[in-house]
C-alpha cells in the first residue's frame, strides 16, 4: 500500500515530466505541467495522511522511508511546486509575449519543471544515502538548464557558475558519502543496506568516530554548497537572479530545504556516532557565518532577485544555525522557519517576478510605486517583505522568535552577531522595498493578468501558522523534532 | 584471497593515478590533458576489475566495464570531437605557474596521507592506505579547477575530480552497492553532456571558451 | 458590569474583537467614507471608553488570567489583567476616546480609499497596543508588540508619496525592529524552564537568574523599550515619525504607544525579574535626565510644531524613566513608600502625558488642516481665527508646562516630593545625585514651560504672518469634542489628584507590594506622606485664585470704571510695524541655541546687508545624528562593501573558497 | 479650643490676605525711596506707588484691536496669583491654613502661572516689543525658576518639609544650628530675587530702553486699570519674595503655632526686617550694573550652580 502511494508521488513527475518532453510545444503545456503538478501534490497530501496516521513507513525493500521529518517536507515541496506551476502559467506567457522566451525554450522549461520535481522527491524519500546523491546531482543538472533558459550572457555564465560549484561541491558529498560507506560495512557489512540510513541510525553508536568526522565534513561542504551556506554561497545569488522567476521561487523555496535535509540527515548520524555535539556546532558556525556576510551583503544589491537570493542565504543560515543548535525547541523552529520561509520567499518571488515584467527591469531603482500600479502586486510584496523579516504576526516571526530565545538561552555569546545581522538584514531590505511599493510610477499595463493567488494564498498561510498551528501539523513538527534530536 | 601480488598491484595503480592526476596538473595542451584523461579511466578501470577479481565481487566486473566504456572511451571521444569542432587546443595560461601548482599540489598529498592515516589504521589487509590516495587525487582535481581558465579543461579537471572519487568508492570500499554506482555513472554522462551544450552555447555567447569572460555577475 | 459571571479580562477581549470588527469594517465601507467618519470612529471612541471603564474595573479586581487557542503549540496566547495592565488601559482607553472623536472630524476630508486603509490600520494599532498590555506570555507579547509597530507604520506613511515620510517611516520601523529583537532577547535570557511553555510570564516570573542574567534581561529591556519610547540615543526616529504621521496618529503615538514601552520596562522590571540591582535604577535615572534636558532643550529651537512637540515627548519619556529609576533604587534599599511614591509619580504622569500630549497633538492637525501649515514660522494670530482650538490647546499648554492646579504639576509635584524625602540612602554616591538630578528636573520642567509659551505664543497669539491664515477656520463639532475631553481630561486629573492616587496606589500595590496607602491624603489635600511633610490641595488652590480673581475683578468694575477705548497697538515711535517683525519661532528659540550652543549642531544662512531680498536660514540639528547613527552608517556600508569583495564574479575565487573551506576543516577535525 | 484655633488661624490668614495687598505697594515705595536717597534724590516718597496705581486705575484703558480675551484676562490672572502667593507666606505667624493648599512647590508653581500668562499676552498683540519681551522672561525665568525650586529644597531637606509654616518653624524655633548650606542657599535666592522682580543687574524697572528692557517690554500694550493691577502684581511679587527671603533665611521672631502674645513682637520684627531688606536691596542695585541680555543667563546660571551647590553642600555635611 505505501508502496503504491509512494510510487504514485513519484510517477506523477516523471510521467509529467515525459508527457511535457513530448507536448512540452504544445498550447496547454502550462496546464498540462499544472495538472501533473496538482497530482504530485494529491499523491503528497494521501502520502501525508498515511504517515500522520501510521507512523514512519519503509518502502521498496526499505530503499525509501518515509517520516515524519520529510513526509512534512514532500507535502510542502509538492504544494510549493503545484502553486508555482499555477503562477508560472501566466508568468511565462507574458515572458514569451515580451520576446524573452522562444516555445522550444518553454517546451525545455516545462518538462525540466517535472524532472526537478522528481528529483527533489526522490532525494526526500529515499532512505539510501547514496541515492540522495544520485537525486541532488539530478536536481542540480536539471535546474542547470532551467537557470540557462533565456540564453542571455549573463544567464550562460550563472548557470555555468550555478554548475560548476555545485557539481565540484556535489562530488565532494559524494566524497563523503563514500567514507560513510566505508564506515558502515565494517559494522553493517557490505551490500545493499550499509548505506540506508534506518540501518546506519541504528548502529550509529557502533560507526567509527573519525572516519564519520571526516564524512561529516566532505558532506557538510557538498551539500552545504547546494543550501547556500556561506562561503560556498557563491553560485546561489547569481543564479537566482539570471534564471526564470519561477526557477528563481522553487530554487529558493525548496532545493535549499532538500539539501539541508540531507545535511540534517548526515547530523544525525555524526552526532550520534561521535556522542559529542560535533556536527551541530559546525552546522551552527556556519549558519551563523551565512547570517552574518548574507546580511551585510544585502546593504548593496542593486537587483530585486539577487537581494532576495541573498535573503534566502540568510534564511538558510538562520534554519541551519537552529538545527545545528538542536533540542526540541530549535529544532521545532528549525523546521517551522524551512517551512515558512519556503512559503513566503516564493511568494515574494512571484510578486516580484509580476512586479519585474510590469516595469520591465530588475534594478530596484527603476521599480518605483508598485501600489500605484497594482494594489495587489504591491500589497503582496510589501506583506511578504514585513513576512520575511520576521514581522508578527507571520509565521517566520514564530520561527525566529523561538531560534533567537533559544540561542540567548543555550548560546547567549551568538546573539549579538543575529543582532546585528537581522537588523542589518531588516535595514537593507525594508529600505529597500519601501520605495519599490511606495510613492509614484512608471510602470505600465501587462498583456496576461498576473496570477496572485499563489502569493495570497502562500502568505496566508504563513499568517496562519504565526497566530495559529493545527494540532496535527504541531504533532508532525514536534515527532520529527524528536527525531531529529 | 588476498594475495600480495594483487595488493601490490592496486597499490601501484593508485600510485599510478596520483601521477597521471599530476601530470594532468601540470598540462598545457588541451589535448594531452584530455589523453591523460582517458589514461587515468584506463587505471581506474583496471584497478576496479583487480578489486573485483580479488574480492570476488561481480557486480564491480560490471563498474569495471562502465568506467571502460565510460571514462576510458565515450568521454575523452566526446571531448575530442568538441575542441575539434570547437577549434581550441591550448589552455594559454594557468592562473598560478606550475612550479607554484606543483608545491601546493604535493603538500596537499602529504595533507591528505595524514589526514588518512588514521582511518588507514582501521582498515585491514588490501585496501590499506587507498583512502590517502583517492583523496590526494581528489584534492589534485580541485586544485587544478582553481588554476585552469578555459572551460574545457575546468571540464577536465572536473572529470578528474569524479575519478578520484570513483576510485575511492570501487577501490578504497571495495564497491559502493550497485544502484549507486549506477545512479553515480549515469549523472556523470548527463553532466557531460550538459557540459557539451554548454560549451555550444557559451562560445556561441562569448565567441570563446576563456572563463575569464564569465566575470560580469558580481556584487558593486 | 454588575453580572458577576463576566470578568473585566473577557469584557476586555470583546473590546478589542470590537476594534478589530470596526477596523475592517472601515476597509469593507471605504465607497462610503460619511459613514465611517460619523460612525465607526464614534463607536471606536465609545469603546475606548468601555475599556477606559474596564480598566478601572480591573484595578479593583483580582488578575484575571484567560488562555486563547491561538498561538504556538504549547504556548497558546495567554492574557493577563492586573492592576498595572488595568491602568494602561485606562490611559488607552482614555486618550483614544479622544482621539477617536477628533478623527471623526479629522479624517473628513480624506479620500474614500485611503479613509478604509487608514480606518482598519488605525483600529488594528488600538486593538494591538490593548493586546501588548494583556499579553502574559513572550510569544504574545511580541506578536502584539510588532502588531502595533507595523500597523502604525503604515499610518506613519500614509502619504506615501513623499519621500520624507517615507524616509521617517524607514527610521521608526528599523529603530523599533532593533528594540523587538532587543526585548526578544530580553525574554530570552527571561526564559524559565525550558521547552516553549518556559516562554509564559508566568514560568518567568518563576525562574532563577543569577545577577548577570538579570542584568543582562534589565539591559536588554531598557534598550528595546527605550528605543520605542524614545530614550537617548535611540529617540532619532521619534522627531520624523511624528510629524510625518497624520496628527491623530501622532497623538496615539505620542499618547499612548510611548507608555506601552513604559509599560514594557516597568512589567519587566518590578514584575518579570525577581530582583533588581541598585545600579539599575542609577542607569535609569541618568539616561532619564539626559533624554529630558536633551528632548527639551531641542523641543525649544524647533520650527515646526509637530517636531516640537515630538521632542518634548522625548522630554516627559525622559521624567518617566526618572520616575523608574528613583522607583528602583528605593525598591532596592527596602523604602518602600518611597519606591510607592515614585511609581505613583510615574504612573500619573504618564496618565497626564497621554492627555495633555494627545490633546496638543490632534490640535496641531486642527491647525494644519485649517492652514496647510506645519511651519510655525507661518501661523499666528489664529486664537482669533480659531477661538475653540485656541482655548483648549491653552488647557493643553498649561498642564504640559506644569503649572499648578493643571494635571502635569501634580505629577511633577509628586516627582520631586520623591526626591525630597530621598536622603537616607545607605548609599552616598546616590544620595549626592539625587539633589543633582532634581535640579536637572527642575531645569527640565522650567525649559518646558519656556517651550510651549513658544509653541502657543507663536502659534495662536501675535498677528498672522502669513496672509492665507485670514481663512483659516475654527474645529467642526467633533473635532471640538474630542479635544473638549482631552482637556477636561486634564482639567480633572489636575484636580482630583487624591482620587487618581488612591487608583494608583491599587497598582503600586500588586508590582512592588508598597503603596501610599491613607498617607496619600484626604479627599482634598493630597499629601504622599503625611500632613507635615507635604500638602497640596489643587481645589482649593483653584478656588482661592478664582476667588481672588472674581473680587478683584469686581471691584475693579465697581470701583472703576469700565470705559475701554480701542486702539492701534503702540509702535514705539516707529510706524512701520507689520507681523514679519514678530519673534519667529526660530527667534523665540534663539537664546537657548546659544546658550547651550555646543549641544547642537547649527547650519546658519545669515544675509550680507546688499541683500536685495534677505534670506535668513537657521538649523539645529542632532548632533548625535552625526556622532552615532552616521558612523554606525558608514560602519554597515564598509562592512557591505567588504561582504561584497566576496562576491567578485571570479569562478575561481569561489572555487578557492570552497577549497580553503574544505582544507581549513579539514585541519581542524 | 482647637475649633477655636482653626477659626482663628483662618481668620487670620483672611487678615494677612488682605494686609499684604494693600502693604506691598509700600514696599515698593520705600525701596525706590531709598534708592532716590542713595541717588541723591529727594525722591517721590513711600507713597507714589499708591498715588500712581489710583492715577491708572482712573485712566480710560486702551486696548489694541487684535487684542484676545486671553490679553484681558491676564492681569487679573497675574494679580490673583501674585496675591495668593504672598498670602501665603508665614511672615508674622506660621499658622496658615491655606498655606496646606499650596506647598513650596506649588508656591512656585504659582510664579510660574503668573509669569506664562503674561508672557502669552505680551506676545498676544503681536508687536516686536512684545515677542521680545516674553522670550527675554522666559529666558530669565528658565534658569531662576529651578534656582528658586533649589533654594526651597535646601531648606525642605533641612525641616523635612515642603510646607512653609513647617519649614519656618524648624528654622525660627528649633534650637539653633548654623546652616552652611543656607548661605549658599541665600545668596542664590538674591540673585533669583534680583532677577524675578525685574531688578538691576538682570533688568531695570525704570528704564524704557527698548534694548534692555524685559518686563516693561511685556507691558507695554497695557494701560490704565490692566496695567495697574499688573503693576500691583509687581509689588505683591517684591513683596513675596522678600518675604520669603525673611522666612527662610530670617525667620527668628516669628510666632509659633497658637502663642497669640507672641504676635506684636513679630509684627514689630517683620517691620524691622522688611525696612532693612528695603533698604539693602536698594544698596544692592545701586551698586551694581545693569548686565547685557546675554550675560543675565550666566548671572542665573551661577545662582543656579549656588543652590544646587547649597543642596549638596547640605548631603555633605548633612547640615
Known sequence: ?485 | MQTPFLLQFINLLAALLLLIAFAMLTQRRILSLINLFALQGAVLSLSTFVVAFSTSQHHLYYSAGLTLLLKVLLLPWLLHRLIRKLNVRWDVETLINIPTTMLVGISLVIFSFNLAAPIAQLSEGLTRGLIGIALASVLLSLLMMLTRRKAVSQVVAFLSLENGLFFAATSATQGMPLVVELGIALDVLVATFIFGIFFFQIRETFDSLDIAHMEKLKDD | MDSVSVSPLEVVGWLVQLWIVLGVAGLVLQRAPRLINNVIFPLSALTSLLLAVSGMWALGADPGVMVLPLGLPDLPFHLRLDPLSGFFLILLGGASLGISLFGAGYFKTMAGGTLGLLCLEYHLFLAGMTLVLLADDAYMFMVAWETMALSSYFLVTTDHNIPDIRKAGFLYLLIAHVGAISILLCFGVMQGGNGIAAYTFDAMRHAQLTEFWSSAAFLLALFGFGAKAGVLPMHMWLPEAHPAAPSPVSALMSGVMLKTAIYGILRVTFDLLGTQLWWWGVLALGLGLLTAVFGVMFAAVQGDMKRLLAYSSIENIGLLLVGIGLTIIFHVYGKHALAALALTATLYHSLNHAMFKSLLFVGTGAILHATGERNMGRLGGLIRRMPWAAMLMLVGVLAIAGLPPLNGFVSEWLLLQAFLLSPGLPNSYINMLVPVAAAVIALAAALAAYVMVKFYGVIFLGQPREKVLEHAHDTGTWERIGMGWLALACVVLGLAPVFVVHQLDLVSLSLIGSSLGNAAGNWVFLTPVDTERASYSPLYFLLAVLAVMLLTSILVRHLYHGRVRRSAPWDCGYPAQNARMQDTAEGFGQPIRRIFEPFFKIEREVPSPFDTHPRYHGQSDDRLWYILYLPIKYLTEKLASLASLLQHGRIHLYLTYTFVTLIVLLVFV | MEKYQLLFAVLFQLAQLVLVVVFAPLLTGWVNQCQAWLQNRSGAGVLQPYRVLRKLFSKDAVIAHNASPLFRVTPYIVFGCMWLAAAIIPIIAVDLPFSMAADVIALVGVFAVARVFISLAAMDIGTAFGSMGARREMLVSFLAEPALLMVFFTASMISHSTQLPVIVDTLAHHQFVLYPSLAFAALAFLMVLLAENARIPVDNPSTHLELTMIHEAMILEYSARHLALIEWASSLKLFAYITIGIALFLPHGIAEVGNWAGLPLAIVALLLKLVLAGAALAVFEIVSAKLRIFRAPEFLATAFLLAVLGLLIHFLLGA
Not at chain 1, 554548475?163 to 564506515?183: E, S
Not at chain 1, 525566529?400 to 543582532?419: D, G, K, V
Open chain 1, 1 to 485: 500500500m505505501i508502496d503504491l502511494q509512494l510510487l504514485a508521488l513519484l510517477l506523477a513527475p516523471l510521467l509529467g515530466g515525459a508527457l511535457l518532453a513530448v507536448f512540452g510545444s504544445r498550447k496547454w503545456a502550462a496546464e498540462l505541467n499544472s495538472l501533473m503538478s496538482f497530482f504530485t501534490f494529491a499523491a503528497s497530501v494521501i502520502l501525508t495522511m498515511r504517515v500522520i496516521d501510521s507512523g514512519p513507513q519503509v518502502a521498496f525493500h526499505e530503499q525509501f522511508f518515509i517520516d515524519q521529518f520529510n513526509v512534512f517536507l514532500v507535502a510542502l515541496t509538492a504544494f510549493v511546486a503545484f502553486t508555482t506551476s499555477l503562477f508560472s502559467r501566466p508568468y511565462m506567457r507574458i515572458e514569451q509575449h515580451h520576446g524573452k522566451l522562444t516555445t522550444g525554450m518553454l517546451h525545455l522549461y516545462y518538462s525540466m519543471y517535472q524532472m526537478f520535481t522528481f528529483a527533489m522527491l526522490v532525494a526526500l524519500t529515499t532512505n539510501n544515502m547514496g541515492i540522495v546523491w544520485v537525486a541532488m546531482e539530478a536536481a542540480t543538472l536539471t535546474t542547470v538548464l532551467l537557470v540557462s533558459l533565456y540564453r542571455t550572457p549573463a544567464s550562460l555564465e550563472a548557470a555555468w557558475k550555478y554548475f560548476i560549484l555545485c557539481g565540484v561541491g556535489i562530488a565532494l558529498a559524494l566524497f563523503g558519502t563514500i567514507l560513510l560507506y566505508f564506515a558502515a560495512e565494517r559494522v553493517l557489512g557490505e551490500g545493499g543496506t550499509a548505506l540506508l540510513w534506518t540501518h546506519l541510525n541504528e548502529v550509529k553508536g557502533e560507526l567509527e568516530p573519525t572516519v564519520l568526522k571526516l564524512a561529516f565534513v566532505f558532506l557538510l561542504v557538498g551539500y552545504g554548497t547546494k543550501v547556500g551556506l556561506v562561503p560556498l554561497h557563491s553560485w546561489l545569488p547569481d543564479a537566482h537572479a539570471e534564471g526564470p522567476t519561477p526557477v528563481s521561487a522553487v530554487l529558493s523555496g525548496l532545493l535549499l530545504n532538500v539539501a539541508l535535509c540531507a545535511v540534517v540527515r548526515s547530523k544525525v548520524l555524526v552526532d550520534g556516532s561521535l556522542g559529542t555535539h560535533f556536527a551541530g556546532y559546525l552546522m551552527m558556525g556556519f549558519g551563523l557565518l551565512s547570517v552574518v556576510v548574507a546580511s551585510f551583503s544585502l546593504f548593496r544589491q542593486k537587483d530585486i532577485k539577487r537581494m532576495f537570493a541573498y535573503s534566502s542565504i540568510e534564511h538558510m543560515g538562520l534554519i541551519t544555525f537552529a538545527l545545528g543548535m538542536g533540542g526540541p525547541v530549535a529544532t521545532f523552529a528549525g523546521m517551522l522557519h524551512m517551512t515558512v520561509h519556503s512559503l513566503t520567499k516564493s511568494a515574494i518571488f512571484f510578486a516580484v517576478g509580476h512586479a519585474v515584467q510590469k516595469s520591465g527591469t530588475q534594478v530596484m531603482e527603476n521599480i518605483r510605486g508598485m501600489l500605484q500600479v497594482s494594489p495587489t502586486v504591491g500589497w503582496g510584496l510589501a506583506i511578504g517583505t514585513f513576512a520575511i523579516l520576521g514581522m508578527p504576526p507571520f509565521g517566520v516571526f514564530a520561527s525566529e522568535f523561538l531560534i533567537i530565545t533559544t540561542a540567548m538561552h543555550e548560546y547567549p555569546w551568538t546573539t549579538p552577531f543575529l543582532l546585528i545581522a537581522l537588523g542589518v538584514a531588516f535595514a537593507a531590505i525594508f529600505g529597500k522595498i519601501q520605495p519599490v511599493v511606495f510613492g509614484e510610477t512608471t510602470a505600465k499595463r501587462l498583456p496576461h493578468s498576473p496570477a496572485l493567488i499563489p502569493v495570497f494564498v502562500h502568505l496566508l498561510l504563513v499568517l496562519m501558522l504565526g497566530l495559529y498551528m493545527p494540532p496535527y501539523l504541531a504533532d508532525w513538527y514536534r515527532q520529527a523534532a524528536a527525531l531529529l534530536g
